[in-house]
């Protein structure tokens, strides 16, 4: 190399340090915030994936979701995949699993790979896929009739957690607008907050489920801070139903509620809508683009 095309240290410091900030910049949007990975919870596509579940992923993957979350576990296997063969079909299409749904199997004991049947393999299963979060998805009716319901599953979770801690996982529950009715004169969610231990049970918030229930999810991150390290982002239509709507054209004022991400814990965000009135992928293609208009 001729001494008129060597670069000193000095410049090529400079020059790295030019295109370290540029890559930096990049990741930010205009007001300074990072731009997290916008996840989809897969339930959404309960119908199209036994039909054809590569083509289906690879349909999520191309409307620009990074991560899904898993429903659906059962007896060691993902949708009919291995731990091992699930992970790689993932990977081909640059898509994670940071987290998964499971039952507590109360209702359905044969059930394998739930939190009272076969739980240590789930555990063992999910981070062998990557997972680091099991969420409990619900609680069948049968299952919350009494306040004790939920005291006794507060207890399941805790000891749940233990074993997802052994694998490295974080245990959280996945709320729906029912924990916010009182019952016996007392809120079943508050239960379960103050009876779980904070550091191995978290709570994935459902957005859409606690506006049903006539409560403001920035006013519970205020009084659990930390407490809520991922959500269901799903919109609410303007109507008397309130039925579920693509994120970005209901009611649910989202930038505000991003807007205390810091408060609430973020870590992952996932994108679901229980029913849709049109194809589901048409449906998680409006809630991608309007997430990405959010200040996130």
Sequence with gaps: MSSSKKVSRNQ????????????????????????????????TLRNEL????????????DIGYKEVELFGYSD???????????????????????????????????????????????????AELGQKYMICAFLFPDERKTLDDYKRHAELFNKSAEICKQGGIQFGYHNHDFEFVELEGQVPFDILLKQTDPKMVQMELDLYWVAFAGKDPVQLFQQSPGRFPMWHVKDMEKSAERTFAEVGTGSIDFQRIFDAAKTAGLKHFFVEQDQTKGPAIEAITTSFNNVKKLKI
């Design 12 to 43: 090529f410091l400079k020059i790295s340090a030019l295109a370290l900030s540029g890559s930096l910049l990049a990741s930010f949007d205009t007001f300074g915030k990072t731009q997290r990975n916008v996840g989809l919870q897969l339930y």
């Design 50 to 61: 036994p039909k054809d579940l590569e083509g289906t992923l690879k349909k999520v993957a």
């Design 76 to 126: 060691g296997k993902y949708f009919g995949k291995t731990p091992k063969e699930f992970k790689a079909i993932l990977k081909g299409l640059g898509l994670s699993a940071p987290s998964g749904h499971y039952t507590t199997g109360k209702t359905m004991p044969a059930a394998k790979g739930t939190l009272t049947n076969d739980w240590k393999r789930a555990v063992d299963d999910a």
